[in-house]
């Protein structure tokens, strides 16, 4: 066993797997050894230049074993990825070797009631257009759910769009099995199921190769898509934490973005008036009339309404939250980055009230509302304009200080980002799975430092 | 104008509607005449006796106009009532007069995803069964859901199995719009929409006729039903809040009872061993195998569980919650009484600690979770060994001392039970539809003592 990364030795690159898919343009290779920590202009130049030797694109689950076998028999390292979609360089390869690409393997088992298992490379939106045949859809999704895979959020998303009402994925019940192909001498398959799928959930793909995955499902609305603005952002905040609080009003999507974050969306300018502050929801058609209601109650002014019917065309209203809202700005202009960030429960809102004043322009206020612990709270994904790490040090640590859990997406360690301790269970899995320390090698502390 | 209540004159009962269903056996008027108020020692001497003069039973809204026309013309006092499964004695004729029985207007009008128009008299089973056949089903029904009509529910109750998702009644959106006659000189159909409704909802009839609601639904799951026992009290609690904030499980019910309240539950005896405390739970399909975890995370043991597809076989666990629970009670041992109360947010449940311990088997803890402004919090319908009022109302200033939320099931006044205050809204709409003051007379404070 080693924990110090290992080098490609011993193997050709285009003739390792010849009956697997293989890119070895260096181009390709590039494009696809990166994700969105591109966002971050500390991650930027720390993972400059960092690429795989090889992609390989199995598309079944014996080309995986053979991809597996193969690294463990040369030792080298191996990173696996969806459609790279996340953040924190979380599958940029820090030392070469295998690219693993899942997202040939993209087959749905089976869609019943409330639940489905599918392979790791099956989209979101696949998935979710899928059970929706059967009055279902996926609980909860990233704002990249047209191209992100199961797996890939699994393996390094946290929620999205639904979190609102189901949580985070970590929550018990948000994911009910895996299916991991290990990177021993002779590859196993094991099957997790309850809270044992917590041994891999979230571990950045360093402790088994996700190759399937049961899921639960919700049972599904007509959404409607409508943009609010008001005039005054607290006004906007306290609409937004009163709306997660409506236990009578079906909401999917609660996401409030303070001036000039609305500027950046290009596309819905129309329906954005300048210096005004914008909400962007999702709500059950039911809830609509009780929406109007609420949204009078607070002063606010419904600028744009789409039915369920037409979800199909014009643009996705949730295309321009979560992630997708740092996307739109950064698209506007590349010197801002971002933040993430989750407030304690407060309904006062308070610590957002205090922020938004201290920084003003400089961390743009952008919250996305979600249940932790049964309780509706807000994440920030504030827009920052950046300067120096050491501004941007000082506005994380003047965020935590007042008791903002931040997962900091300017880092590329898994313990780093949003869990801050070491996880014990995904160490020790990995020990089991992976002793060679060949998966996506330099992520995660807790194995780099073991005894 | 006039805010005394006004007796019967110048009517025969017997032949004031020729053309509609009318029952003056004393028997049946006297049965129809009742609610659940029995279960409470200090209303039953307070309304023994108090019965209408006759019953009437249109089958359509015309007939229901021609009885409030009757009434307005007459000055007779007029009790609306569905299947008098409420509480409060809310629909007992504190002034004789009609009984206007609804059970037989009871179409369901439509049902579409998502909300259902139906008549008053539809029993929630009905419309349940109904919004199913589409994948749909109520949000929320009382433990009553067999023999309770919509209108009777939205009148008089406050919410129940479901709760745990969609909070009250009386929340904005659990309730989409309301239909209702007038008693005017000339009585009017008025439609009320969206925040409206709120001036007829949980009015108890003194201000309006409600002749057609329009219910939002939930998108159905699968509902398994299970029982779970512990050891501990305290640790049954724990678990029942645990699920309600488990944002990753999928829940309708979580009813949490300390011994010996399920030693009241006879046909369930064979689930409950001797000393222990019961969770009575519906739980989606897809939540069981996390349940299994979350169970043994707190040293439950599960000691029976149904399948959704065997739903109509042997008992309902839900007819062992809420106020069933007390139906049971009072079925072995008819000097038992009872309690509602709603405790404040506290996830560590100290006030249910202190109280279960400082009363004792006198208040036996009986919890069921539900969410209040998106937070979720037992209430309390705890059974209590009755003495004396003077105790009974000892035990509800104890509780109300601490914080706690006591809607008191022991008096007949609107505004004395849960509503605490005047509602200037439904007094002024009163003031509008029933300026006779004929409409369950007696019964609403705000009314009797305006200027």
Known sequence: MTSTPITPNDWDTSTLFPEIETITDPVQVTKLSQDYHTFSPILQPKLAGKTGDVVVRPVNEAQVIQVAAACVKYKIPLTVRGAGTGNYGQCVPLHGGVILDMTRIQEILWVKPGVARVEAGVKLAQ???????????????????????IGGFIAGGSGGIGSINYGLLGDRGNLLALKVITMEDQPRVIELRGDDVQKVNHAWGVNGIITELEIPLAAAYPWAEIIVTFHDFMTAAKFGQALADADGMIKKLICITAWPIPSYFVALRSYLPDNTHA????????????????????????????????????FHLAEFTWNHTTLHARNVDTSLTYLQSVFP???SLSLVEELYHHFGDEVMMHLEFLRVGGIAVPAGLQVIRFTTEERLNEIIHYHEARGIFVPNPHVHILEDGGRKTVDVAQVKFKEMVDPYGL?????????MERA
């Open 279 to 314: 909400a962007l929801l999702m709500v059950s058609e039911t809830s609509l009339e009780p929406l109007q209601d609420l949204v009078a109650e607070f002063g606010g002014k419904i600028t744009y309404q789409k039915l369920a019917q037409d979800a199909g065309k014009g």
């Open 439 to 447: 998966m996506n090698p330099g992520k995660m502390r807790g194995w």
């Open 127 to 149: 998935l979710d257009k899928k059970a929706r045949e059967i009055g279902w859809e996926m609980r909860m999704a990233p704002s990249t759910y047209r191209t992100a895979t």
């Open 345 to 347: 429960p407060d309904k």
